[in-house]
């Protein structure tokens, strides 16, 4: 089984509707991170969590927003999708007590999401 | 975080060594060289780091010059399934955020 998770794997909807995307985690990380990729381009922050308590804004929040529900799981909604939010996203967790690789982050599968 | 230049893309045969290079001119004394690949919309991987040593590892090595400006990571037999988009992070080790990916150079791996 994969150790990150991500449901949908696919979603298409509509301008003004409220989505939700989920991140679940087996391996017992506390750091989670939500990211998106756009076409041709690197993957860039909206936010992150140090733990179940601990959010903050990434690169590009606007339009999105997170919940840490538990140690494992942590979801991005998106309240009112726009066409500009169509992208790739993906879920990635790390953990600082693996060492001096703190940066070393495993990512989730993405959800291809579709807003027309 | 320093910021990294990458060729956008380069070709390699199949069983040949692989060497993607990375400019990094800015980074400090406390950032590291980080390499992760992405296999055609899959999640990114982690490859190797390290700070001035070479590194190596069973996936690459990792070779960082002396004034630590630049770096390259070698494949040293690449695959058909080495095909990814490669991209090279400096980063302050617990710094305690985000990766910051710029756009990475596309390997292409030829039979």
């Known amino acids: 089984d994969a150790d990150v998770t991500q449901t949908p794997r696919n979603r298409i909807t509509k301008t003004g509707k409220r989505i939700m995307l989920e991140c679940s985690q087996t391996k017992g990380h506390d750091r989670m991170y939500w990211y998106r990729q756009d076409p041709g381009l690197g993957l860039r922050l909206i936010y992150y969590?140090?733990?179940?308590?601990?959010?903050n804004k990434g690169e590009i929040s606007d339009g999105y927003s997170v919940s840490r529900q538990a140690q494992a799981k942590f979801s991005l909604s998106l309240e009112s999708a726009i066409p500009n939010q169509t992208a790739l996203y993906f879920c990635a967790t790390s953990d600082p007590a693996l060492g001096v690789s703190y940066n070393e982050q495993f990512f989730g599968p993405g959800t291809r999401l579709t807003v027309l | 975080d320093a910021k990294t230049t990458q060729p956008p893309s380069m070709d390699c045969a199949e069983g040949r060594a692989a060497n993607l290079p990375c400019n990094h001119s800015t980074i400090s004394g406390n950032e590291y060289v980080y390499w992760y690949r992405q296999i055609h919309s899959q999640g990114p991987q982690y490859i190797i780091h390290?700070?001035?040593n070479n590194e190596t590892n069973e996936m690459a090595s990792l070779i960082i010059t002396e004034d630590r400006k630049s770096s390259t990571l070698i494949l040293p037999h690449a695959t058909l399934r080495d095909t990814a988009v490669y991209y090279c992070i400096v980063r302050v080790v617990n710094a305690g955020n985000m990766l910051t990916f710029g756009g990475g150079t596309r390997l292409m791996v030829k039979p």
């Open positions: 390290g700070l001035k």
């Open positions: 969590s140090f733990d179940v308590k601990d959010i």
